[in-house]
C-alpha cells in the first residue's frame, strides 16, 4: 500500500518539526515491489518486497550531513535526525554549500496507473506464463525478468518547499536461446500502465532473433553502417547524457573540449539530425517531475537539430557562473523521422543490424570514448534486407561523434537498455561507420 | 576543549547514549548489551519457520539484515558531502512443492514477517502446476554460531573530523603537487544478519569493509586536454587500521606526478606486446575472465537474460586447459581482510572447509555454486558461495575471494619479470573493463602504462588499453611474482542479477608476465591518428 499525498506531507512535517537545525531537508521514497525471474523456462525466484526510505539533511550555516533511515517509529526518527545534527555540527564548512530551495511550482506527474497500482504480487507469474509458453512452444529456452513496482517520491524543506510524485512502472526483458546455444534473441518492453498488459509479443520477438540467429558466419571487425534498434540505440545516448555537465565544460575536462575551444553551448558539435531534450509530462516515457534538490524539471532541450542547447549545471555552479541552474535529465526524448525499422534496413547495401548492446564501458572520457559488445541478434545487412546472422563484436565509439552519423531514424519506442532504466523514448538509428574493434566469440 | 578531541569524546559517548534509547535501531551491541535485533530474532525466526512449516513449506528460512553506511566525498578544498544510512529488515524464504517464494518488508515484527510467510508460501504455490522441473535441495547442516570479522578500529568509531581531514589533506597535497583538481572519499559499511532456517540453524555474523579513495586531474592548458590518475588503494574487509597505515601522502604526489608524465607519454603504437602486469590491474582481469566464467548458475543458463552465460560449459569439468600450467587459481571466503570473507554464507553453509581450487596448475578444476546448484555437475552440496546483498534481496551464487597464487620461487619479482621483455609494457592501476556476456573478449585499460625496452622500464606511453580473449590470454602467463609480491584488490560493486545486486569481492594477485597480447591505442579506436 503506498502512502498518499496527505500521508507523506503528514510525514515530513513530523520529521521537520523536530529538527533544531538552521534548515532541513527531507527525501522519502516507498517502493512496494514485486518481481519475478526465470531461466530454462522455469521461474527461478519470485518476490514482493515492502521497501522504505526516509532521509534527513540538516545544515547548520554551511556545515550539513544527511542520515537515510527505514524506520517509522518515533525514535528511530528521533535518533536520526539527532544523528544528522550531531554529524552536521561535526562535519567541515562546505564553501559550495546552498541553502535549501523555496517552493517551487511544478508540472503534472505523467507517472502513475491505477491499474498497475492496484496488481498484487501474485498476479506476476500469470503475467509470465504466456511469454514462458512461448519459449517452450519454440523450444528454445527462455530466460528473463519481470518487475512491478509501485512507488512515491518526495521531498520537503524547512523553507516550504513540498513535491510529491507516484510512479507505476512495468519492465520486463526476455532473452530466448536455441537449445544447442548457438543462436540468442532479446526483446524488452517498459510500460507505466499493466492495463491489458500482454508480454507475448516481447516473448515471440526474442524467440524469432534465437532462431534466426543460429550458426552465425563469420565476419571480420572494421567499421560498418549499422542500424541500432531501439534498446541499442538508447544505451548510446544515455552515455552522453550524463556527460553532459556544465561543471566539467567549464573546467576543461569534458569531451566537449575536444569539440569546441569555445563554450560549447550554441554550437552545433553533434549533425543536424540529432536532437534530444526531456520532459517530464511526456507520456510515452515519463520522468521524475522533480530533481534531487527539489529544482522543478522542466521541458529542457539538450541538443536541438545538432546544436547544444543546455547542459547540466548545479545549484552552486549555476551561482558562481551566473547561470541558470539546470537540473539532469529524468527522461530523454529523441524524436524520430518515423521510418520503419525495414525502411532503415533497406538503405544499407551492406552493414549489421545490432539488437542489442552489452558491457559499456568509459575508455577516454577525452573524446567520450565507450567500448561495449553486441549480443542476442547481430545480423548482417546485404542489399537492404537481412541476409544472416553473423558473429558479435567489440566496438570501441564515441556516442558524440556517434550523433555526427546518424543517417536516418525510425519511430521513437520505450523499451530497457542493458543498464539503468531512465525512461527513454528513442528510434532505432541508421548510424554510419560504426567501430568494430574486434570479433566476440560470445553466442 | 580542541575541537578534534571534542568529536573523539562525542563519537564515544554518542555510542553509549544511543543504547539506553528506546529505538529498536541505532543501538550499539556490547559484549553485556546485545542488539535489539540480536534479542528479537530467535522469537520472530520461530513463529515464522513455526508457521512456514504448517503452511507446508518443504524448507523455509528467516533472515534478518542490517546495513550500516557512512561516506564523505570531497574535492579541492570542499568536503561535499557527508552520509550515513541504516538500511534494516527481515525476509522469508520459502521452498513449496519445488517452488521458491520470497517476501521481504523494512518493517520487523511478529505481525509483518508471518504476513511476509503467507506471501511468501502464497507467491510459491502461484507455480504450482506450471513447472518443468522442481527445485532440490541437497542436505545441510545445521550451524548455531556468532561470528564477528576481527578487526583492531571499528571505522564507525573514527570522528568525522578525522576522516575530513584526512580527505582535505589528501586534495591539499594533490594541488600542491600540481594537480589543477582532486577528489577524494571514504566509504564504510557495516553488514550484519541473522539467519535461521528450517534445518535448525541460527547464525548471527557481523562484518565490516572499507573503500577510501582518490582521482586527481591535470590539464594542459597551452595543448587542451586532460589526464587522470587514480589511487591504488584497494576496498578491504578491514578495520580502519588499513586507512591509518595507508601512505595517502605519497602516493597522491606520485599520483600528480605520473599523470603529468601520462598526458606528455606519446601514444603506445598499436598490436602484440608483452605485458607485465601488477596485481593492482589483475585483480580485475581475474574478476572478469576467471571468476565470473566460473559461475555455475551462469553456466546453467540462470543469468543468460542479463549477466550473460558462459563459455566455460559443464562438459569440460576437469578437462579445460584454462591457463597456463604455472597458474592455480583458489577460491576462499576465509581470507583475512578479503571483502567476500565470511563465516557462513547466505544460505548457511559454513565457509570454512569449502575453499577450492578453481583452476590447479592451469586445469579448470571446480565451479562456484550456491544452494540447489550442485547436482547439476553430481557434486553433493555447494561452496558456501551465495550472497544476498539486503533483506530484501534472494541469495544468488556470488564470487568469494578469488585469487591468482603466487609463483613457486619468491625471489621473482616484478623487475625480475620485466627483466625478461624485450617489448613491453609495465601496467599499474585498474582503469576501465569490459567483457562479452560469455566471458570470451575482454578489454581493460590502466592508470599507467610503463614501456619496457630490453628489459628496461623506459618511461610511459599513453592511450593503452589490451584487449583479449580470455583462455588464450591465461595460457600465455609464463611468469608469475613470489608470495612477497601478492597483493589484495577489489571492489564494493560487482553485480548481478535482477534486482541488481551489489557485491563486495577480493582478488588476490602477484605480478604477472604475459606473451604477445593485443595492445590497443585508445585514441586510435576512437577515430583520431595516433
Same mark, same amino acid.
Do not use: M, R, W
Given at each position: 500500500m503506498i502512502l498518499n499525498e496527505d500521508q507523506i506531507r503528514q510525514l515530513t512535517e513530523k520529521i521537520l518539526k523536530r529538527s533544531k537545525a538552521d534548515s532541513a531537508v527531507v527525501h522519502i521514497s516507498k517502493t512496494d515491489d514485486a518481481n519475478l525471474r526465470f531461466a530454462n523456462n522455469d521461474i527461478t525466484s519470485n518476490a514482493a518486497r515492502k521497501l522504505l526510505s526516509l532521509s534527513i539533511t540538516s545544515n547548520f550555516g554551511t556545515r550539513s550531513a544527511s542520515v537515510q533511515w527505514n524506520q517509522t517509529d518515533d525514535s528511530s526518527l528521533k535518533d536520526a535526525v539527532a544523528r544528522s545534527e550531531q554529524m552536521a555540527r561535526l562535519a567541515p564548512e562546505n564553501p559550495e554549500f546552498m541553502p535549501p530551495l523555496e517552493a517551487q511550482t511544478y508540472a503534472s506527474p505523467a507517472t502513475f496507473s491505477a491499474a498497475s497500482a492496484a496488481s498484487g504480487p501474485s498476479e506476476l507469474a500469470a503475467w509470465i506464463q504466456p511469454a514462458i509458453d512461448a519459449t517452450r512452444a519454440a523450444k528454445v529456452s527462455g530466460a528473463g525478468f519481470l518487475n512491478r513496482k509501485i512507488s512515491v517520491n518526495a521531498i520537503a524543506n524547512s523553507a516550504g518547499l513540498f513535491a510529491y510524485q507516484p510512479s507505476t512502472t512495468v519492465d520486463f526483458s526476455i532473452t530466448a536461446r536455441s537449445k544447442a546455444g548457438n543462436g540468442s534473441g532479446w526483446s524488452s518492453c517498459q510500460y507505466t500502465d499493466s492495463h491489458n498488459l500482454s508480454l507475448k509479443p516481447t516473448a515471440q520477438t526474442a524467440v524469432s532473433k534465437a532462431l534466426d540467429s543460429r550458426d552465425p558466419a563469420a565476419m571480420d571487425a572494421g567499421k560498418y553502417p549499422v542500424v541500432l534498434e531501439a534498446s541499442a540505440a538508447r544505451n548510446l545516448i544515455g552515455l552522453l547524457m550524463w556527460s553532459l555537465n556544465q561543471r566539467s565544460s567549464d573546467e576543461k575536462r569534458s569531451f566537449l573540449s575536444s569539440l569546441s *575551444?569555445?563554450?560549447?553551448?550554441?554550437?552545433?558539435? $553533434?549533425?543536424?539530425n540529432a536532437t534530444l531534450y526531456s520532459d517530464p509530462?511526456? *507520456?510515452a516515457a515519463p520522468g521524475s517531475i522533480f530533481s534531487h534538490d527539489g529544482l522543478a524539471n522542466k521541458k529542457t532541450d539538450w541538443i536541438k537539430d545538432g546544436t547544444l542547447k543546455n547542459l547540466f549545471s548545479s545549484r552552486y555552479w549555476a551561482k558562481k557562473q551566473n547561470i541558470q541552474a539546470t537540473p539532469y535529465a529524468s527522461n530523454v526524448i529523441m524524436p524520430g523521422e518515423n521510418h520503419s525499422l525495414e525502411q532503415l534496413i533497406k538503405k544499407v547495401d551492406r552493414g549489421v543490424l545490432i539488437t542489442r548492446v552489452w558491457y559499456l564501458r568509459m575508455v577516454q572520457p577525452q573524446s567520450l570514448l565507450y567500448t561495449g559488445l553486441t549480443r542476442d541478434g547481430t545480423f548482417l545487412i546485404e542489399n537492404g534486407k537481412i541476409s544472416k546472422p553473423i558473429n558479435n563484436f567489440r566496438f570501441n565509439e564515441s556516442p558524440a561523434t556517434l550523433l555526427k552519423r546518424i543517417i536516418a531514424s525510425g519511430s521513437p519506442e520505450r523499451v530497457l537498455g542493458s543498464e539503468g532504466s531512465m525512461p527513454m523514448h528513442i528510434p532505432p538509428l541508421l548510424v554510419d561507420?560504426?567501430? $568494430?574493434?574486434s570479433v566476440s566469440d560470445a553466442v | 576543549m580542541k575541537r578534534r578531541k571534542f568529536l573523539h569524546q562525542a563519537a564515544l559517548t554518542g555510542t553509549a547514549a544511543l543504547t539506553?534509547?528506546?529505538?529498536?535501531?541505532?543501538q550499539g551491541q556490547t559484549a553485556t548489551n546485545p542488539s535489539p535485533l540480536s534479542t528479537a530474532f530467535p522469537a520472530l525466526a520461530d513463529a515464522v519457520l513455526n508457521q512456514a512449516e504448517k503452511l507446508g513449506a518443504g524448507f523455509s528460512e528467516f533472515r534478518i539484515g542490517k546495513t550500516t553506511s557512512e561516506s564523505l566525498h570531497a574535492r579541492e578544498s570542499a568536503v561535499r558531502s557527508v552520509d550515513y544510512s541504516e538500511d534494516t529488515g527481515c525476509c522469508v524464504r520459502v521452498l513449496v512443492d519445488g517452488a521458491w517464494g520470497f517476501a521481504a518488508s523494512h518493517e520487523i515484527n511478529e505481525q509483518e514477517a508471518l504476513r511476509l510467510t503467507h506471501t511468501a508460501i502464497a507467491i510459491a504455490r502461484e507455480q504450482q502446476g506450471k513447472r518443468l522441473e522442481a527445485v532440490s535441495l541437497e542436505k545441510l547442516t545445521a550451524w548455531k554460531d556468532k561470528w564477528q570479522m576481527p578487526m583492531e578500529i571499528d571505522p564507525f568509531s573514527i570522528s568525522l573530523d578525522d576522516k575530513a581531514a584526512l580527505l582535505l589533506d589528501i586534495n591539499q597535497r594533490a594541488l600542491a603537487a600540481g594537480a589543477n583538481f582532486c577528489r577524494s572519499g571514504l566509504m564504510q559499511v557495516k553488514e550484519e544478519k541473522w539467519l535461521a532456517n528450517s534445518v535448525g540453524s541460527r547464525i548471527e555474523q557481523s562484518r565490516v569493509r572499507i573503500r577510501p579513495y582518490f582521482s586527481v586531474t591535470v590539464i594542459d592548458s597551452k595543448k587542451g586536454g586532460f589526464s587522470n590518475r587514480d589511487s591504488l588503494a584497494a576496498p578491504r574487509g578491514s578495520g580502519y587500521e588499513y586507512v591509518r597505515d595507508y601512505d595517502f601522502k605519497g602516493e597522491v604526489v606520485q599520483a600528480v606526478e605520473e599523470a603529468k608524465e601520462k598526458m606528455a607519454a606519446p601514444g603506445v603504437k598499436s598490436g602484440p606486446k608483452d605485458l607485465v602486469i601488477h596485481p593492482t590491474n589483475l585483480w580485475l582481469t581475474i574478476h572478469e575472465s576467471i571468476g565470473h566464467p566460473t559461475e555455475l548458475d551462469r553456466a546453467m543458463g540462470y543469468e543468460a537474460n542479463f549477466a550473460g552465460t558462459s563459455?566455460?560449459?559443464?562438459?569440460?569439468?576437469?578437462?579445460?586447459?584454462?591457463?597456463? #600450467?604455472?597458474v592455480t587459481v583458489r577460491a576462499d571466503r576465509t581470507q583475512k581482510n578479503g571483502l567476500s570473507t565470511t563465516a557462513y554464507d547466505d544460505d548457511g553453509v559454513k565457509t570454512e572447509g569449502q575453499e577450492f581450487n578453481i583452476i590447479d596448475k592451469g586445469l579448470f578444476t571446480n565451479y562456484q555454486m550456491a544452494l540447489g546448484q550442485a547436482a547439476m555437475i553430481g557434486k553433493e552440496h555447494s561452496n558456501g558461495c551465495a550472497y544476498a546483498d539486503s533483506f530484501s534481496t534472494f541469495p544468488l551464487q556470488r564470487m568469494p575471494n578469488i585469487s591468482l597464487q603466487p609463483g613457486e #620461487? #619468491?625471489?621473482?619479482t616484478a623487475e625480475k619479470l620485466i627483466a625478461d621483455v624485450e617489448d613491453g609494457i609495465y601496467i599499474v592501476g585498474s582503469g576501465s573493463w569490459s567483457i562479452d556476456q560469455q566471458r570470451y573478449n575482454f578489454q581493460f585499460t590502466g592508470q599507467t602504462f610503463h614501456k619496457i625496452k630490453n628489459g628496461k622500464l623506459d618511461g610511459m606511453y599513453k592511450d593503452v588499453a589490451y584487449q583479449g580473449n580470455s583462455i588464450e590470454f591465461w595460457n600465455s602467463c609464463d611468469g608469475l611474482g613470489g608470495a612477497s609480491t601478492y597483493e589484495l584488490g577489489g571492489a564494493f560493486n560487482c553485480g548481478k542479477g535482477r534486482p541488481m545486486q551489489s557485491a563486495p569481492v577480493s582478488h588476490g594477485a602477484v605480478p604477472s608476465r604475459f606473451r604477445q597480447v593485443n595492445v590497443l591505442n585508445t585514441q586510435e579506436e576512437g577515430g583520431a591518428k595516433a
Open positions: *575551444k569555445e563554450n560549447p553551448i550554441g554550437q552545433n558539435l $553533434f549533425g543536424n509530462t511526456y *507520456k561507420d560504426f567501430h $568494430f574493434s | 539506553c534509547q528506546t529505538s529498536l535501531l541505532q563459455f566455460v560449459k559443464p562438459e569440460l569439468l576437469g578437462k579445460l586447459k584454462y591457463a597456463s #600450467d604455472l #620461487d #619468491d625471489s621473482i
